[in-house]
């Protein structure tokens, strides 16, 4: 076990100010570096809410998120995007491209919103590129637009575009929720593959049981609340 976890999730509870809902309650738990989450619950426990307010994307009303020890809320909006773009990589049900980039140009995006401060050159960044669309499977589809795709194959484009600047955590919201069986197999099967190679830290919202085995701990949730916990992490 590492000494200080990736995360830790203390007291977090999260209402939205629009019709006063509350999307979680009284959430607690750590994940170290290098381990998979797979997030569980049927629709409206609080899923999407979680993986936002680990992703810095959104701000919980009450408790903290620690990222590598530092705690979220203490960041400045500045700080919180800078973490966000640096360290965090997301991948959508509805796999977010944008429709007037082609694959190649998709999956670099990260890297050149990063380049002031990575200092990286274009020779190196569309080097990068092509390595990782060929770990994906993509070489041959790196000049085609988003609209070109087939749903599987947008999907492992949204991957490229989530790992591309190696972040240290992956949030990814049913990533699959949109692909047939057998693409959503493949495209799971890489991103597990692809993680483990790199030691990137996954979590993961799915409906699907086959894909919690995946994981190395299962967080189920119901109205907003941890209703268990598949091993002893963390509690
Ligand atoms: P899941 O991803 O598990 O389906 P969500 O996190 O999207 O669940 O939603 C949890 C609860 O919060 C639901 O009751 C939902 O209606 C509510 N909710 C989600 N987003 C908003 C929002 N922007 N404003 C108000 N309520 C919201
Ligand atoms: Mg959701």
Redesign the pocket.
């Known amino acids: 076990m590492s000494l200080s976890p990736l995360l830790t999730v203390a007291k977090v509870s999260h209402t ?1 100010p ?2 006063d ?1 509350q ?1 979680l309650c009284d959430v607690s738990f750590t994940v170290d570096a290098g381990e998979f989450w797979v997030l569980m ?10 993986l936002n307010v680990l992703g810095a994307m959104d701000t919980p009303t009450q408790g903290e998120v620690l990222f590598a020890g530092q705690s979220l809320s203490s960041l400045s909006d500045n700080e919180r995007t800078l973490l966000r773009r640096t360290h965090m990589g997301y991948v959508f049900q509805f796999f977010n491209l944008i429709p007037t980039l082609t694959v190649a140009e998709n999956v670099a995006l990260p890297l050149q919103l990063n380049q002031r401060s990575t200092g990286l050159s274009a020779k190196s960044i569309h080097a990068k590129v092509a390595e990782l669309l060929s770990q994906l499977g993509l070489a041959q589809r790196a000049d085609y637009y988003p609209s070109q795709l087939s749903g599987g194959e947008m999907q492992r484009a949204a991957i490229g575009r989530a790992l591309i600047h190696q972040p240290k955590l992956l949030l990814a ?1 049913e990533p699959t929720g949109n692909l047939d069986t057998d693409n959503g197999d493949k495209v799971l099967q890489l991103l597990s593959t692809l993680c483990k190679e790199r030691g990137t830290t996954i979590i993961m ?1 799915t409906h699907s049981e086959d894909v919690a085995k995946l994981g190395d701990t299962v967080l189920r ?1 119901r109205n ?1 609340r941890i209703h268990s916990l598949s091993n002893a992490v963390g509690v």
């Open positions: 939205y629009q019709h809902t999307a619950g049927p629709s409206g426990c609080g899923k999407s809410t979680l919201d919202a949730l907003g």
